[in-house]
Every structure is written in structure tokens, then in C-alpha cells.
């Protein structure tokens, strides 16, 4: 059974920095798409960060250039550096990932992967 543990989240104010962290267990194969999607308090989910097997990224418009999503994958572990920080970037955020390719594609189908974790809260204060 794969679990995915996000730490690494907290407070911080606005133009500071923060690493999440994604450690995953019970992975039998390294996962075609991992990805970060988070929550604002009263939104919606909302993408931020995809990771395909060939390494390919994609971020949101909202963190383009100032969030960077990689793997290690000998820890089995996601990370999402966030630098530049802003209120609008307070939510709960998630990771997120799947065996096979999705069909519509990791960015696209990023917010339906069928694993994801129980999520780690950023707030960030002006």
C-alpha cells in the first residue's frame, strides 16, 4: 500500500522560503507523475507543481519562478522548495502520485492521482 507523508510546512512571513517534503512508502515502481496541489482556506484545490517520469515540470502561472519541484528518487521522496513566499500562497498543500502516466497527462490530471497525502499547512504572513 503506497502512503505518501508530507512535512516541512509552517509559518513564515512574506519573501521567506520553506521545503516541503513527500516521503513515499510502498511504492513497487518508481511513479509515472508526482506532483504538488494545494488548498487555500475557502477555495478550491488548485494545481501548483507537476513531475513526469522523463522529468518533465510544470508549475502554475501563480509560483512560475519562484517554486521548484524535484525528486530523489533512491528516498522515494518529493520535494517542493518555495521561495518569495506570499499570503496568496497560504493552503494546505498536498503531494500527489501515480503508477502509470495519466491519461489527460500529470499536469492535467494532477488533482485526480490516486495517491496523495494528508497534507502539510503554509502560511505566510504580510
Known amino acids: 500500500q503506497v502512503q505518501l507523508v508530507e512535512s516541512g510546512g509552517g509559518s513564515v512571513q512574506a519573501g521567506g522560503s520553506l521545503r516541503l517534503s513527500c516521503a513515499a512508502s510502498?511504492?513497487?515502481?518508481?511513479?509515472?507523475?508526482m506532483g504538488w496541489f494545494r488548498q487555500p482556506p475557502g477555495k478550491a484545490r488548485e494545481g501548483v507543481a507537476s513531475l513526469g517520469r522523463l522529468g518533465t515540470t510544470l508549475y502554475s502561472d501563480s509560483v512560475k519562478g519562484r517554486f521548484t519541484i524535484s525528486a530523489d528518487n533512491g528516498n522515494n521522496t518529493l520535494y517542493l522548495q518555495m521561495t518569495s513566499l506570499k499570503p496568496e500562497d497560504t493552503a494546505m498543500y498536498f503531494c500527489?502520485?501515480?503508477?502509470?502516466?495519466?491519461?489527460?497527462?500529470?499536469?492535467?490530471?494532477?488533482?485526480?492521482?490516486?495517491?496523495r497525502g494528508q497534507g502539510t499547512q503554509v502560511t505566510v504572513s504580510s
Open positions: 510502498g511504492y513497487t515502481s518508481s511513479p509515472a507523475c
Open positions: 500527489a502520485a501515480a503508477p502509470t502516466y495519466p491519461r489527460r497527462g500529470c499536469w492535467n490530471d494532477l488533482l485526480s492521482l490516486p495517491y
